[in-house]
């Protein structure tokens, strides 16, 4: 039987903040799982309960195994931008069969930033470069969104590094859309992370600065 209780997923592209995102959330008295050390935000605040799910998901394998994963899943924020990269739609799917009352809060970012940062940070970019990368991106983006469309599944889209300018907005969004969510400080996981405040809008303006994001010039063509 489906489970009815609500829960927020955090995906999109990568380097789009989802990490700090997720992170913010738990500030706030949400349940997140996955472990991160706070300072690199690469693949923090996954669960590792899952990775083989996406495993199977990105391989298009079957996913009837794990209704009983999705259906009983406690954590009530869930990030992972392998629901947009994965190359299907095979993971969100499986996920709204079985938790209907989901919600996405998808964080985008252009591919180009995406390409560099990826590459800036050591990890796998396509040797055939950019303009594969750019298409591929832009395909899997596109797909993911007219599923949700399709499936009339709520949805906000935040853009990288814009949504740092418009904290009000972004917690308004949090704060409604998301009603389930908790908004109340969690003192405990803010120290254990380096961030400081009292209250939503004071927790961001030590969370999140635009001017620390890195802008790679982008001269390359789309093949």
Same mark, same amino acid.
């Given at each position: 039987?489906?489970?009815?209780?609500?829960?927020?997923?955090? &995906?999109?592209?990568?380097?789009?903040?989802?990490?700090? /995102?997720?992170?913010?959330?738990?500030?706030?008295?949400?349940?997140?799982?996955? *472990?991160?050390?706070?300072?690199?935000?690469?693949?923090?605040?996954?669960?590792?309960?899952?990775?083989?799910?996406?495993?199977?998901?990105?391989?298009?394998?079957?996913?009837?195994?794990?209704?009983?994963?999705?259906?009983?899943?406690?954590?009530?924020?869930? #990030?992972?931008?392998?629901?947009?990269?994965?190359?299907?739609?095979?993971?969100?799917?499986?996920?709204?069969?079985?938790?209907?009352?989901?919600?996405?809060?998808? /964080?985008?970012?252009?591919?180009?930033?995406?390409?560099?940062?990826?590459?800036?940070?050591? /990890?796998?970019?396509?040797?055939?470069?950019?303009?594969?990368?750019? #298409?591929?991106?832009?395909?899997?983006?596109?797909?993911?969104?007219?599923?949700?469309?399709?499936?009339?599944?709520?949805?906000? *889209?935040?853009?990288?590094?814009?949504?740092?300018?418009?904290?009000?907005?972004?917690?308004?969004?949090?704060?409604?859309?998301?009603?389930?969510?908790?908004? &109340?400080?969690?003192?405990?996981?803010?120290?254990?992370?380096?961030? &400081?405040?009292?209250?939503?809008? &004071?927790?961001?303006?030590?969370?999140?600065? #635009?001017?620390?994001?890195?802008?790679? #010039?982008?001269?390359? *063509?789309?093949?």
């Amino acid at each position: 039987m489906a489970n009815s209780a609500p829960l927020l997923i955090i &995906t999109g592209t990568p380097r789009s903040s989802t990490t700090r /995102m997720a992170a913010y959330c738990s500030f706030l008295g949400n349940s997140v799982a996955g *472990k991160w050390d706070g300072r690199n935000d690469d693949r923090g605040l996954e669960d590792p309960a899952l990775s083989t799910f996406f495993i199977d998901a990105i391989a298009g394998d079957d996913l009837g195994g794990y209704q009983h994963l999705i259906e009983n899943y406690q954590s009530r924020v869930l #990030k992972f931008p392998h629901f947009v990269t994965c190359g299907n739609t095979d993971a969100i799917n499986a996920w709204h069969t079985h938790r209907p009352n989901l919600k996405i809060l998808l /964080m985008i970012r252009n591919p180009c930033q995406v390409y560099h940062s990826l590459a800036r940070s050591g /990890m796998n970019v396509p040797r055939e470069g950019f303009g594969k990368f750019s #298409k591929d991106l832009d395909s899997s983006l596109t797909h993911f969104i007219s599923f949700l469309d399709e499936k009339s599944i709520p949805y906000h *889209k935040l853009v990288h590094a814009d949504f740092m300018d418009t904290p009000e907005e972004v917690i308004t969004i949090l704060g409604e859309s998301f009603a389930d969510l908790q908004l &109340t400080p969690n003192i405990e996981i803010m120290r254990s992370r380096g961030a &400081t405040g009292d209250n939503p809008r &004071t927790i961001w303006d030590s969370w999140f600065d #635009k001017t620390a994001v890195t802008h790679y #010039k982008c001269h390359e *063509k789309k093949e």
